[in-house]
């Protein structure tokens, strides 16, 4: 399904301004901190549990720590990107360049180095950096990991690739001025053949917006996900694969 121009299929369930901690706060603009969780270990497993053959796992410990900014916790899209790159691997594996934007913890950006991609840069702001090396640290993945800030709309600093094999995003939609600021990067880094898994979880009926802009850049389509498609519109997630449309920025 071409999902270009249902823009309303991201518009359905509307309850404007869900706080994305889902706690009563009304700063819907704000990325929020969730103050509760500080400097913690999580484990997350990852599982291939539909497969009848090769049963594969790949499993992922993270320091989680919300005071540096929300990017410090693991999220829901996130985790559905991570098992979606589990059970299907070649997506990244024995790719030459995998990026991921707004990595936060690192969680996806890890998993695909994992299942095999041969270099991983797993970005985010400034803040989020010590959380994302201590990741890559405490998952032995330092190989194949590399750590940088990529800060949305700015330009591409030159340590990183300009044109990554595979860009992967999970639940980088939820703060509204950040919106051209993603779209322009995505652009930034890609061309009509770079893959790009970007992975959404609807909160607020304002992210119409975010793809109102994407539109004007990337054509994307809803990957058929069964039998995991209810739970995705119960969670109100989109799993999504984005293209280039032509080769300007
Ligand atoms: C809701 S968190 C998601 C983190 C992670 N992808 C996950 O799924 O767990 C959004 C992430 O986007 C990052 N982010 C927000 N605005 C950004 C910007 N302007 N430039 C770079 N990263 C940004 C945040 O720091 C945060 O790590």
């Given amino acids: 399904m071409n999902a270009a121009d249902d823009d ?8 404007d301004n869900v706080d994305i901690t889902k706690s009563s706060s009304s700063a819907s603009l704000i990325p929020p901190q969730i103050a509760s969780i500080i400097d913690q270990t999580d484990q997350f497993t990852f599982s291939d549990s539909d497969s009848t053959t090769d049963s594969r796992s790949v499993t992922v410990r993270l320091h989680v720590d919300a005071s540096p900014g929300c990017g410090g916790i693991a999220w829901p899209a996130g985790r559905v990107l991570s098992e979606y790159i589990v059970r299907h691997p070649d997506l990244v594996s024995g790719r030459e360049i995998v990026l991921e934007l707004g990595s936060g913890t690192g ?24 959380i994302m090396n201590k990741n ?45 600021l993603l779209v322009q990067t995505l652009s930034d880094l890609s061309d009509s053949r770079t893959e790009i898994l970007f992975c959404y979880k609807k909160r607020r009926k304002a992210d119409k917006r975010f793809f109102t802009m994407l539109k004007k850049k990337f054509k994307y389509v809803e990957i058929p996900d069964e039998p995991y498609s209810d739970v995705y519109t119960r969670e109100a997630i989109s799993l999504l694969r984005l293209t280039k449309i032509g080769t300007s920025n």
């Fill in 136 to 180: 890559v640290e405490m998952n032995s993945l330092g190989d194949n990991v590399k750590v940088a800030e990529l800060n949305w709309g700015e330009a591409v600093p030159e340590y990183l690739p300009t044109r990554p094999d595979v860009i992967l995003a999970a639940d980088c939609v939820y703060f509204e001025p950040a919106f051209p």
């Fill in 107 to 130: 969680l996806v950006g890890l998993v695909a180095a994992q299942l095999g991609a041969k270099t991983v840069w797993i970005t985010d702001q400034q803040v989020l950096l010590p």
């Fill in 8 to 15: 309303d299929k991201h518009d359905s369930n509307d309850s």
